[in-house]
T-cell receptor
Framework: NAGVMQNPRHLVRRRGQEARLRCSPM?????VYWYRQLPEEGLKFMVY????????ESGMPKERFSAEFPKEGPSILRIQQVVRGDSAAYFC?????????????FGPGTRLTVL | DAKTTQPPSMDCAEGRAANLPCNHS???????VYWYRQIHSQGPQYIIH???NNETNEMASLIITEDRKSSTLILPHATLRDTAVYYC?????????FGAGTTVTVRA
């Protein structure tokens, strides 16, 4: 049973470009969470999605960031007009049930570097 | 902000047991204690979790005090590959709060 998959593993963008990060949850999991880890810091919650619905985006910056989890395909975290401060590791996690009652399993992350 | 307190670092000899403490004095009745670890820059790896009773799996044991205000993660036979940052999280929310964790260095 494959774990959580994320791609790309490394992504380099120039300021002003768009970054699209993909996350495929574990088989059978319909709950997806995105976290961001800035250099030398702990992971911070960004958004919680369930198939086709955004449940909680309280940790997402108000501008330039968006997330989706369509009926078919992976969850996408999209960052428009990237700035240097967006450079970080972005981790996706999934759970079988709602995370507060079930374990979240994490992917390997996407390391975004903004030049 | 994390609701747990962990020592910033600890060393452990290879082959010996590693005992990682965690204080969660404000834990409420329905909050679980979760342990994850992050090896180098990889994604956090789930280790174990518990509510009231002690738990054991193939990776580790979790000992929770009777008043639930603290717990200890035990790695029975540490190997060099156990070198990582270990996070103790007490939560009943899907927004996992990762603090600074304990940097564990296993030495040969």
């Amino acid at each position: 049973n494959a774990g959580v998959m994320q791609n790309p593993r490394h992504l380099v963008r120039r300021r002003g470009q768009e970054a699209r990060l993909r996350c495929s949850p574990m088989k059978g999991h319909s709950h997806v969470y995105w976290y961001r880890q800035l250099p030398e810091e702990g992971l911070k919650f960004m958004v919680y999605l369930q198939k086709e619905n955004i449940i909680d985006e309280s940790g997402m910056p108000k501008e330039r960031f968006s997330a989706e989890f369509p009926k078919e395909g992976p969850s996408i975290l999209r960052i428009q007009q990237v700035v240097r401060g967006d450079s970080a590791a972005y981790f996706c996690a999934s759970s079988l049930q709602r995370g507060s009652t079930d374990t979240q399993y994490f992917g390997p992350g996407t390391r975004l570097t903004v030049l | 902000d994390a609701k747990t307190t962990q020592p910033p670092s600890m060393d452990c000899a290879e082959g010996r047991a590693a005992n990682l403490p965690c204080n969660h004095s404000t834990i409420s009745g329905n909050e679980y204690v979760y342990w994850y670890r992050q090896i180098h820059s990889q994604g956090p790896q789930y280790i174990i979790h518990g509510l009231k009773n002690n738990e054991t799996n193939e990776m580790a044991s979790l000992i929770i005090t009777e008043d639930r205000k603290s717990s200890t993660l035990i790695l029975p036979h540490a190997t060099l590959r156990d070198t990582a940052v270990y996070y103790c999280i007490s939560d009943n929310d899907y927004k996992l709060s990762f603090g600074a964790g304990t940097t564990v260095t296993v030495r040969a």
